[in-house]
């Protein structure tokens, strides 16, 4: 008697029609296999799925050039399936389930056609794990296989865990022929299902990351009593020892990956990443928050990566070990034959191949590198991988915090008055755009908690969850919020970001200590200037004052704008929020 997966596996081979079944192991000698199908046999747009790179540069790393319709999450294609509307919310777009499905059959008949079906069996989480989740993804692409093996715990043993429970998470994805029209990605939270057609980008085709991670577990941990969030997490270590560990939220391109992998410029201060892009967020049984990635790798953007601005990311990805690095739809150095994107180097290398392939100068006044071009790497490779990393119980969270890229008007940081405030500042987010999305780039948008694409159902009960959340912590962790991107007169950021970024997280951990001291304003608290470690800074005191500045009448256009933006979702959204929003109004 076949088990459930297999049966499931089987009906998805008779839709899609593949010449060949591949069940994945996870090993080295698989991913080698794997790596050299791409590069000899499969190709999207007449291009090699892989090319090598420079062995000696880069070690184990590969190239991958995506089809040029094919480079970013398509957000309006992307669709979450509950039998009513309202359940999915404004915040996504929604389908019918039997629509849907309708829909995606049509288009999956025999979209596998003289190619192999590899089954994909992987653990989000540590498979010792109480809070971890078993997946099998379904792909046609090597592209995919590989990188869901850098990203996730890929193993035979997952098989095994499933046994003959139908209690796993479903992904059915094919690249199809990358066909705008026919592209889809279409969730199914009740059923733990995802199903893709159409790209092998990251986000639409990695089923384990925002698919599963955020959109179907944001639903889970909803009806579990956890939370799936768009964070990093770290641990920072001061001068004595001790370690404090934050989970963070900021959109896409604000600095998620530079604030996980932050090389501190204040000596004695060290930063342990645990993950860069997601957390889950349980109630532990001590009453506090513990936070887990459930990946194993980083999916980052490479434009504006280097040796000055994240050293640990560059030091990551030529680390070189048994996982191979992917790097997708960056330019190639010709000459040398490595990656190369905009702001790798303070110049273009001479001969340079652009993300398309095509030869590039910089005369032509386009982007070598695509703006979203990415790189693929395994955590283990971190020199700063937390020793905590593959804890099974997660590390207890101290702080949240909050982020985005505001010109003007957010201050450098400010503490929330208590957890309600934080959940209404988090649900107030606005972020200005970025390449990641299919957006233009510099309007303001509203982001909740960097979760408004990732949010697998209604939002306004998704704020309600948070504030259950905070309800049943012993000892909730304090709320912050930051901004790294205010500018000055002349249109240049004040505050230089990145390594310094450690001054601004040493008065957190002093806050949550409460050894420090905090100014209360209309927003929140912020700090007196002089907690605020700037020795050795320059930066004038009529620009550090300007970083907190709160202009009351950009703050009441703020608080208009946020009113517009929650009063999309109706009578769902709990009284809590407006409270907040009306207390704001009132403290301006």
């Known amino acids: ?145 590989v990188s869901m093996r850098i990203m996730t715990r890929m193993s035979k043993a997952v098989v095994n865990k499933i046994g003959d429970s139908n209690d796993f998470v479903k992904g059915l994805h094919s690249v199809g022929d990358f066909d705008t029209n026919k592209r889809f990605i279409m969730h199914f939270p009740q059923e733990n299902f995802v199903w893709s057609i159409g790209s092998g980008y990251g986000g639409n085709a990695l089923l384990g990351k925002k698919c599963f991670s955020l959109r179907i577990a944001s639903f889970q941990g ?96 030529k680390a070189g070990t048994f996982f191979p690095t992917l790097f997708t739809n960056t330019a190639i150095d010709t000459d040398k034959n490595e990656p190369w994107w905009e702001g790798l180097s303070s110049e273009p290398p001479k001969n340079v191949m652009d993300w398309q392939g095509n030869k590039w100068n910089p005369s032509l006044k386009t982007n070598a590198a695509h703006p979203n071009s990415r790189f693929t790497v395994s955590i283990s490779q971190s020199p700063t991988i937390s020793k905590e990393f593959n804890n099974p119980k997660g590390v207890p969270i101290s702080a949240i915090i909050f982020g985005s890229k ?109 050894n420090i001291s905090a100014k209360n304003t209309p927003i929140g608290l912020i700090p007196n200037l002089d907690d605020l470690d700037t020795n050795g800074l320059n930066i004038d005191k009529k620009n550090l004052e300007k970083l907190f500045d709160i202009d009351v009448q950009k703050w009441q256009e703020e608080a208009e704008n946020t009113k517009s933006f929650l009063e999309q979702f109706g009578d769902r959204m709990p009284k809590e929020i407006f409270d907040e929003l009306a207390a704001l109004k009132n403290r301006l």
Request: charged share 20%.
């Open 406 to 514: 505001r010109s003007n008007t957010v201050p450098l940081v400010y503490e929330s008055l208590n957890w309600q405030h934080g959940v209404f500042a988090g649900a107030s987010m606005g972020s200005e755009t970025t390449a990641a999305a299919t957006h233009q780039v510099g309007l303001l948008r509203r982001d909740p908690m960097a979760m408004l694409p990732f949010c697998g159902y209604n939002m306004a009960d998704y704020f309600k969850h948070w504030l259950n959340i905070g309800k049943n912590l012993k000892k909730p962790p304090k709320i912050f919020f930051v901004n790294w991107f205010r500018l000055d007169e002349y249109g240049k950021f004040i505050w230089p970001g990145f390594g310094e970024n450690i001054r601004v997280l040493k008065w957190i951990i002093g806050r949550i200590n409460n």
């Open 1 to 145: 008697m076949s088990t459930s997966l297999e049966k499931w596996v089987i009906k998805q081979a008779e839709l899609t029609k593949p010449d060949r079944i591949h069940w994945c192991d996870g090993s080295d000698e698989e991913a080698r296999k794997l790596i050299n199908i791409g590069i000899s046999e499969e190709k999207i747009n007449n291009y090699p799925i892989f090319t090598e790179l420079n062995q000696e540069l880069w070690p184990n790393a590969y190239h991958h050039r995506s089809h040029p319709t094919d480079v970013s999450r398509t957000e309006h294609l992307t669709y979450v399936c509950y039998p009513d509307k309202d359940t999915a919310g404004p915040n996504n777009n929604w389908m019918d389930p039997n629509e849907a499905k309708a829909k995606l059959t049509k288009l999956s008949d025999g979209c596998m056609r003289g190619k192999t079906m590899y089954v994909l069996p992987y653990m989000m989480g540590h498979p010792d794990s109480p809070y971890s989740k078993a997946c099998i993804q379904i792909t046609d692409v090597t592209y995919v296989a």
């Open 222 to 317: 909803k009806n579990e009593g956890w939370l799936a969030e768009h964070m990093i997490i770290i641990g920072i270590e001061d001068p004595t020892g001790e370690i404090t560990y934050v989970a963070a939220a900021l959109p896409s391109a604000c600095g998620k990956t530079n604030l996980a992998l932050m090389q501190p410029s204040l000596p004695g201060y060290k930063i342990w990443v645990l993950g860069d892009d997601i957390a889950w967020l349980n109630i532990g049984e001590d009453g506090r928050l513990w936070a887990m990635n459930p990946e194993t790798g980083f999916f980052g953007v490479a434009p504006g990566t280097s040796i000055k601005t994240n050293p640990n990311m560059i030091k990551t990805l």
